[in-house]
């Protein structure tokens, strides 16, 4: 059968490389670019030989990105929630340091309408900026804006891919949707 795979989104710059780098303990299984948008094509990270962890392409990748490329991306991706049998579960990324962006709040609305079952992972929990809220300020603004969207919020996660915080909770709860859909005789 089919092992389960695990889907990772987000905007270019989230830190999506590094977050999955810090979650499978290894520094060099994605590409940390200082490029953003750099992973153009879906990488499949197989780990502990039974799950896959799957970094699809950056949403509101570079500048130079064109309409048409913005639109195929979401043609491309949209295609891939939809008809992966394997698919378990998304993690969405929002970077806790800025305040809300209304392309992560679409994309968790998006996911919600399409029944793509997710979690939303802050990542750069720990990136205050000098003057700016803090990312404790911007989660809880992120998910009140969230809540004038969706009638449940999804699971939510604080993460720092430089302290490892929050690491072994996002595992943990990884763990036990492996369960759960093996249990429902599923991948």
């Not at 043609?75 to 305040?99: E, N, Q």
């Not at 404790?136 to 969706?150: D, I, P, T, Y």
């Not at 763990?175 to 859909?181: D, K, T, Y």
């Amino acid at each position: 059968s089919k092992l389960p795979e695990f889907a990772a989104i987000g905007r270019s710059n989230v830190g999506k490389s590094s977050l999955i780098n810090c979650l499978t303990g290894n520094d060099k299984l994605a590409k940390v670019s200082k490029e953003p948008g750099m992973t153009k094509l879906i990488n499949h990270f197989l780990i502990n030989d039974t799950w896959y962890l799957v970094d699809l392409p950056g949403y509101g990748f570079a500048k130079t990105a064109s309409r048409e490329a913005r639109a195929s991306w979401l043609d491309f991706t949209k295609d891939f929630f939809i008809s992966r049998d394997a698919l378990v579960h998304v993690l969405l990324l929002v970077d806790g340091s800025l305040p809300p962006q209304q392309v992560d709040l679409d994309c968790a609305a998006w996911l919600a309408e399409c029944e793509v079952p997710f979690a939303i992972v802050f990542t750069k929990a720990d990136a205050a900026k000098k003057g700016a809220p803090t990312p404790a300020q911007n989660v809880r603004a992120f998910k009140k804006a969230l809540s004038q969207v969706l009638e449940v919020l999804p699971w939510c996660f604080e993460t720092s891919s430089r302290s490892g915080r929050g690491r072994s909770e996002v595992l943990g709860y990884l763990a036990s949707l492996r369960e759960l859909a093996r249990r429902n005789g599923g991948p």
